[in-house]
Structures are given as C-alpha cells and as structure tokens.
C-alpha cells in the first residue's frame, strides 16, 4: 500500500466526525448499542488511517502523528464508556 494524502485526509475526515457523534452520544447517556457501532466504527476508520500512515514515508508520517494520537486517545476514553450491557458487544 501507498501512502494517499487524499484517502487519508477522507479516513481522517469520518474519524472525527464518527468521534464527535460518539461523543455527542455519550453527553445525553447513550452508550449502548448505537453509541457502540458508532464508537465501532471510529475504531475502524482509527485502524484504517494507521496503514495509512505506515505507508506514508517519515515526513508524512510526522505530518500527522500528534492527530492520529490524540485521536486514539479519545477513542480510547469512549470506548470505556460502552455500557457493559450492551448485548452487541463481542465477549473477550
């Protein structure tokens, strides 16, 4: 895979708004299970801009290391947030 500024931009793009309506979820008490596919999918766009910044060389990658973090760390806080009743949920 190659590094694509534009793909990544689109995957950076639905990550943060993926992450601001699991945000916005969360603020009213939401955390089943719409509140899971959306932190779900976030995790996935989180996972698909990793390859994309593996690809990319040195200069791309530090281009946008501080983002990427900052952004796990956020999926990180909302997905600690999933209610731990929420049946859609894989069991570990």
Do not use: W
């Amino acid at each position: 895979m190659n590094f694509d500024p534009h793909e990544a931009a689109r995957i950076s793009v639905a990550l943060l708004q993926a992450i601001c309506k699991a945000k916005a979820l969360s603020d009213v008490g939401e955390t089943g299970s719409e509140f899971a596919d959306v932190v779900g999918r976030a995790r996935a766009l989180y996972d698909q801009m990793g390859e994309q910044l593996f690809a990319a060389d040195p200069a791309g990658l530090a281009y946008v290391r501080e983002e990427f973090s900052a952004m796990g760390d956020k999926l990180v806080e909302l997905e600690a947030l999933i209610s731990d009743d929420d049946d859609s949920l894989p069991a570990d």
